[in-house]
T-cell receptor, first 111, second 120 residues
Framework: AQKVTQAQTEISVVEKEDVTLDCVYE???????LFWYKQPPSGELVFLIR??????QNEISGRYSWNFQKSTSSFNFTITASQVVDSAVYFC????????FGTGTSLTVIP | ETGVTQTPRHLVMGMTNKKSLKCEQH?????MYWYKQSAKKPLELMFV???????ENNSVPSRFSPECPNSSHLFLHLHTLQPEDSALYLC???????????????????FGEGSWLTVV
């Protein structure tokens, strides 16, 4: 069975602080993909990143970075120098045949 | 501009009404999806269409009726809904749908902005 857990329901940070969103997944398969999506108040889920299970290289894109560790089944997402526009709900997802989404982490960045 | 557009963005309907949600994707994808997002719950996959054929129906009540006339359009027909059906309904698309064992392409799924439905 596949499962994605985002233990942090809500996080608040002050602008310019760094914040890490945790994602832990469960799967018995060796081939799978991991995703992060951002959902601003407008509703649309915006694709941020896709990672396949064979590529554990960390990735950085501007202020965003992702840490994939198969040993701990985690795919954490860090925002550096957070901004108010980063306020949104963030979803981690596992793709193996179909998508399995976590329950999301609501991030509020306070000016 | 999003590649997946949904209309209407907001809908209020009575329990005896019949309405439809519409989704259109401009990405050349072959798979389209309906998801339901309720407060404090994970995203729920409702229906999947792959090359216009329905491949998944996750025990969705018959008061929700999907229709996929072509690979670019997807509808969700609503009738005699209940207040607990109030939610954000998200349409999505991907290159194609693959289920079960085997090597996945890890298709990225792209979402529309959603239709906020309130049943009164």
């Amino acid at each position: 069975a596949q499962k994605v857990t985002q233990a942090q329901t809500e996080i608040s940070v002050v602008e310019k602080e760094d914040v890490t969103l945790d994602c832990v997944y469960e799967t018995r398969d060796t081939t799978y993909y991991l995703f992060w999506y951002k959902q601003p108040p407008s509703g649309e889920l915006v694709f941020l990143i896709r990672r396949n299970s064979f590529d554990e290289q960390n990735e950085i894109s501007g202020r965003y970075s992702w840490n994939f560790q198969k040993s701990t089944s985690s795919f954490n997402f860090t925002i550096t120098a957070s901004q108010v526009v980063d306020s949104a709900v963030y979803f981690c997802a596992l793709h193996r045949g179909q998508f399995y989404f976590g329950t999301g982490t609501s991030l509020t960045v306070i000016p | 501009e999003t590649g997946v557009t949904q209309t209407p963005r907001h809908l209020v309907m009575g329990m005896t009404n019949k309405k439809s949600l519409k989704c259109e994707q401009h990405l050349g994808h072959n798979a389209m999806y309906w998801y339901k997002q309720s407060a404090k719950k994970p995203l729920e996959l409702m229906f999947v269409y792959n090359f216009k054929e329905q491949t998944e129906n996750n025990s969705v009540p018959s008061r929700f009726s999907p229709e996929c006339p072509n690979s670019s359009h997807l509808f969700l027909h609503l009738h005699t809904l209940q207040p607990e059906d109030s939610a954000l309904y998200l349409c999505a698309s991907s290159q194609e749908w693959r289920s079960g064992a085997g090597l996945d392409s890890g298709n990225t799924i792209y979402f529309g902005e959603g239709s906020w439905l309130t049943v009164v």
